[in-house]
């Protein structure tokens, strides 16, 4: 009787492990975030134009999207996991739309009045908003580090708005030392997933609303 030879799947790509998952995770988004929030942040404040940025926030927001489906192909994730992925899309999304808006504003593609042009911004943010206070509840359940960024990001968002509709340039500045303070958030999530590597833990302050179904376990 012949004997069957089991040949190995080796063009089947394998899943990262959780950790793995994880760590790419944080990595890209880590790199994504610096990219899209420390630029934003300086173009807010006066240091360049909006529309100079564009291109950086399309990048950012391809690789906050990149890093959340790195999050859910990391196998059986952490909630904690799910909820940071989830985070890293709606930002990524965020970016996405607002520089798809800015190039249709900034060059008149749409063919609004200046009238308009703050209606349709100040709609645009008011969605976000509510937005950033869903991501806010969720990151509670994350970390410390989560909650601080998401408080900002949505605090971000309140202060563009304000601006927006009263033409204060502190709103703007508020707004864009805001958006620094998330990067300098990622760039703590980033090199917290370095050291990890290196079996290092760097502190990201536990969960604000813990995960019962975890602590019963």
């Known amino acids: 009787m012949a004997l069957i030879e089991e040949r190995p799947t080796s063009n089947v790509m394998a899943r990262p492990s959780g950790g793995e998952g994880r760590a790419l995770c944080c990595l890209v988004a880590g790199v994504s975030g610096v990219l899209g929030a420390g ?6 404040c006066g240091y360049g134009k909006i529309g100079s940025v564009v291109c950086l926030l399309m990048a950012a927001a391809v690789g906050m999207i990149l890093a959340s489906s790195l999050g859910g192909r990391s196998g059986k994730a952490e909630r904690s996991h799910a909820v940071s992925a989830s985070m890293y899309a709606g930002i990524g999304m965020y970016w996405l739309s607002y520089s ?11 063919g609004l009045t200046p009238q308009e042009q703050i209606a349709t911004l100040s709609l645009f943010l008011a969605t976000w908003i509510a937005v950033s206070v869903l991501l806010l509840f969720a990151s509670l359940s994350v970390s410390i580090v989560a909650a601080i960024q998401a408080l900002a990001f949505a ?15 502190e ?15 990622f760039a703590y999530e980033f090199v917290a997933a370095i050291l990890a590597q290196a079996g290092r833990r760097l502190p990201t302050g536990p969960a604000l609303i813990m995960n019962r179904s975890a602590d019963a376990s």
């Open 39 to 44: 630029p934003f942040g300086l173009a807010l």
């Open 100 to 110: 798809f808006l800015a190039i249709g504003l900034f060059n008149n593609l749409l």
């Open 171 to 185: 709103f703007f500045v508020a707004s864009g030392v805001l958006f620094f303070l998330i990067s300098i958030t």
């Open 155 to 169: 605090s971000a968002q309140c202060t563009l708005l304000a601006g927006t509709n009263l033409g204060g340039s």
